[in-house]
């Protein structure tokens, strides 16, 4: 009688365990609450635009609110502090843009950017655009790279402080081309594009949501794109790697990031989500509309593009002897 009970107390067991594993993960009905959506920059630029997009269309289609907080200051570093001492539960969130791969060369991080977090899924992307002043003599890069050589240094570009992507992205192209270029530091986008259109700079690498309407408008001259496609608003602009600089692409990009340890099936399923979204005729029209693309993949492909961007930027910044700070 009593093997009887213990038989009949094991097949409960087991029983029990077979009911319970099905329905078991908390992750399997995600979201189950308000998900934070942190964003490393103020609001109305192009990360928190993005954020907003993508926190509406999320709140409608997976059922639970994603809330946009902005947390902007020190390049950033802020909002990914504040993410890693959040729970790896996929209800804190954080927005990046291209700028998060050039941290690690300026600054001396208190986490690893790559194996530290939780890669999600890139959203969009799109080059930056080649403008010149209407005044300077050259309107095409290869005219502007004959220009140059004869007169190193002497052709000032504007950038958007050291270390910034317009400022790095003139670098390199000052070492792909073999070429010197004057770098003119602003505290901002608008300062440092007023100043190419007056002819105070030269050249300008710009956000094309900036420069597109001026190029329109026959203020700026556009040279060439650092993407290796078409700019959506722009196609007529040249690809600058089939323009004179073989190999050269620089992409501007906004991401999701999570504290690391996220379990899979959570990351998949914001993945798919928003892989889902920039399906979307008015997604797309929207990013479109900035001259970007949407970007998607897998979790492991924006692994793959943070790793890589990283790479990319620090041997530039190396090049222009910046210290970390």
């Known amino acids: 009688m ?15 365990g077979l009911l319970v594993v099905p329905g078991a993960r908390a992750d399997d009905n995600y979201p189950t609450k308000p998900v934070t959506v942190i964003v490393d920059r103020a609001p109305g630029g192009g990360t928190d635009i993005t954020a907003r997009m993508m926190a509406q269309y999320l709140s409608k289609t997976l059922g639970q609110q994603f809330i946009v907080e902005n947390q902007p200051g020190a390049a950033g570093r802020i909002a990914l502090q504040r993410l890693s001492a959040s729970a790896a539960d996929g209800y804190t969130l954080l927005v990046v843009g291209s700028s ?32 010149a002043s209407p005044k300077l003599e050259a309107k095409t890069l290869p005219d502007l790279l004959k220009q140059a050589k004869a007169n190193p240094g002497k052709i000032t570009s504007a950038t958007v402080g050291s270390g910034s992507i317009s400022d790095l992205s003139t670098a390199l192209l000052g070492m792909m081309a073999d070429v010197q270029f004057t770098r003119v530091e602003y505290k901002g986008a608008g300062p440092a594009m007023n100043d190419t259109m007056a002819g105070v700079t030269d050249i300008l690498f710009s956000s094309p949501a900036n420069a597109i309407p001026q190029v329109k408008a026959g203020t700026l001259t556009a040279l060439a794109t650092t993407a290796d496609v078409p700019m959506p608003g722009m196609a007529e602009a040249p690809i600058m790697q089939k323009s004179g600089v073989p190999g050269y692409k620089v992409l501007e990009w906004y991401g999701v990031i999570g504290p690391k340890g996220i379990p899979a099936p959570i990351v998949e399923k914001i993945n798919a989500a928003v892989n889902e979204m920039l399906k979307d005729p008015a997604i797309i029209a929207t990013i479109n509309r900035d001259g970007f693309v949407p970007a998607g993949g897998s979790a492991a492909d924006f692994k793959a593009r943070i790793a890589n961007g990283i790479a990319q930027w620090t041997k530039v910044v190396q090049s222009m002897n910046i210290q970390p700070q």
Not at 103 to 108: C, I, R, S, T, V
């Open 2 to 16: 009593l093997n009887f009970a213990r038989h009949l107390a094991c097949c409960a067991s087991v029983a029990a």
């Open 100 to 131: 998060y791969t050039v941290n690690p060369a300026l600054y001396k991080l208190e986490i690893d950017p790559v194996e530290d977090i939780t890669p999600v899924v890139a959203i969009s992307e799109g080059g930056l655009l080649l403008v």
